[in-house]
């Protein structure tokens, strides 16, 4: 009965572990929108709208993909989510390609560094962001 009794209070923590562990990611599916001030090679401080679709995935929802339109520009976007609430996303359309990297804080999503590249002939980002702060669209 002991024993018993001692399996079942083994499975209980580890059903609440893993429960735990699963739900850790923040949901933040949904669409998010911005603005953001960019310098390019031949501009300063140019105000660009931001559009972040995103779709969790994954067993504990940490991974996501979606799109990221920059301006005029859609791109499919891959990204992972961390424990912490920072974020990574890479994504690329044709000849453009970005990289984001940020922060989760309920109700917003802050882009700490976005690179953006235009063109596929020069192998260098030729785009840069400053900090760009994301809200939820709300349904």
Known sequence: MKRNLYVKSLLIALAL???TFVSAAPRINGIWTGNAS???TSSC???VPI???INQCGV???LFNGTVKVGSTTIKIVGKINFDNSFRVTGAAGTNTVTMIGQYTPSRLQINELLFATTATTNILNETYDTITLSQLKR
């Open 38 to 40: 960019k310098v390019t």
């Open 45 to 47: 401080n140019v105000r």
């Open 60 to 62: 504990s929802g940490n």
């Open 17 to 19: 572990c893993v429960s």
């Open 51 to 53: 559009v972040l679709t």
